[in-house]
């Protein structure tokens, strides 16, 4: 069907950057808008940025100023680059996108998750 899987996790330090990569793959038609979600223990999972099929980007209020989303639609890859880190940022990051399959369903898919560590 159509599989997601992120990549680019990691241990940071505070105030450092690091950048996410997720790839779509599968049978589809076209890749609508996508979005990263993160979700730390015992918390719940919140939006942290979304992005149309055109590239335009909207971020959550705690993000804005240091994450950038992006997407690369010949490579079927959204991308999140996160800079000035800081240990609230720790979180397992997932990637969803809507993704037109060839007899005209819109369907939401997520990714596995890959984890995101701030050290203070």
């Known amino acids: 069907q159509v599989q997601l899987v992120e990549s680019g996790g990691g241990l940071v330090k505070s105030g450092g950057s690091l950048s996410l990569s997720c790839v779509v793959s599968g049978n589809f038609f076209s890749i609508n808008h996508m979005g990263w979600y993160r979700q730390a223990p015992g918390m719940q999972r919140e939006q942290v940025a979304t992005i149309t099929s055109g590239g335009f980007g909207k971020y959550a209020d705690s993000v804005k100023g240091r994450f950038t989303i992006s997407r690369d639609n010949a490579k079927n890859t959204m991308y999140l680059q996160m800079n000035n880190l800081k240990p609230e940022d720790t979180a397992v990051y997932y990637c969803?996108?809507?993704?037109?399959?060839?007899?005209?369903?819109?369907?939401?898919?997520w990714g596995q998750g890959t984890q995101v560590t701030v050290s203070s």
């Open positions: 969803t996108a809507e993704v037109e399959l060839y007899y005209g369903d819109n369907l939401d898919y």
